[in-house]
């Protein structure tokens, strides 16, 4: 009988060991499958952050990096011409949307003005208006009093006053947009011009000897179309806002004068 309960005694003992032995490794298996799936996830969100970084940095890395390749000399020049085209199209922008008026609103109001309170209540309504149209308006009523000649002809005067104010400086813009890729043609021009004294100088035709040079030579040209096309956008906005403001001063200046007759009578 104690030789039975010994042999059981062992037997259980021998079980309990095996079931340990087993769960500790399955354990260990749980263990390691769970790290190596962190460590893969881990992996691809550094790999995702990377490529992120990557696109972000990419264009305006490359960009700075193909415009030191291409030479401080012309590409410095190209710049220039980009940042005061910039500076004379923002002003010019901000200038013409602070000339725009609702045309519509204040021909209405010069009307009920000389309706109720004759030439110098209009005049009151146009010198508290900003922009080409009232001062227009205003130039017209202040020569209302000798005839509806003079007011025409003064608001014919200061109309071309007017529109020469709306194109100031954008002459400058059509000048940046010329000179830029004409820039770039010259410092290809100057970079070929390298590549073949290269060329002659060593005796022979080596694609690796000139196509530092022509790389160069190109990156140029391709600035230069790049500020020559960023500038014509800004100048054909701004030539359309010109246009728009001509057409309204003229619309007005017709309207003011046929104002003015209705009034003389």
């Known amino acids: 009988m104690k030789r039975l309960f010994s042999i059981l005694a062992v037997a259980g003992l021998f079980v309990i060991n095996t079931n340990t032995v087993n769960a500790n490794v399955t354990a260990n298996a749980i263990t390691t499958n769970l790290s190596a799936t962190i460590a893969s996830a881990a992996m691809m969100i550094q790999d995702a952050a990377a490529a992120t970084t990557e696109a972000e940095r990419g264009f305006v890395q490359v960009l700075k990096e193909k415009f030191i390749e291409g030479g401080a000399g012309f590409m410095g020049i190209v710049l220039l011409c980009l940042i005061l085209g910039l500076a004379v199209a923002i002003e010019r922008i901000i200038y013409l949307n602070l000339a725009s008026t609702n045309t519509t609103k204040l021909k209405q109001r ?3 003005a000389l309706a109720s309170g004759g030439v110098e209540a209009a005049k009151e309504v146009c010198r508290n208006t900003k922009g080409p149209v ?7 009523l202040d020569r209302a009093g000798e005839s509806v000649e003079s007011a025409e002809k ?11 104010q709306l194109e100031k400086n954008v002459s400058w813009l059509s000048l ?17 011009i390298q590549a073949f004294e290269k060329i002659a100088a060593v005796g022979n035709l080596s694609a690796s000897l000139i196509a530092g040079d022509i790389q160069v030579a190109l990156l140029t040209t391709v600035f230069g179309l790049i500020v020559a096309i960023i500038l014509q956008i800004f100048y054909n906005y701004i030539i359309a806002k ?24």
């Open 110 to 112: 010069v009307e009920d």
């Open 134 to 140: 009232a001062s227009i308006f205003y130039q017209g």
């Open 154 to 164: 003064a608001v014919v005067a200061y109309g071309g006053v007017q529109m020469g």
């Open 176 to 192: 940046f947009i010329a000179i830029a890729p004409m820039l770039g043609f010259m410092g290809t021009v100057i970079g070929m």
């Open 242 to 265: 010109i246009d728009s403001i001509v057409n309204d001063m003229e619309d007005s200046s017709i309207s003011l004068i046929d104002m003015l007759v209705d009034h003389k009578k």
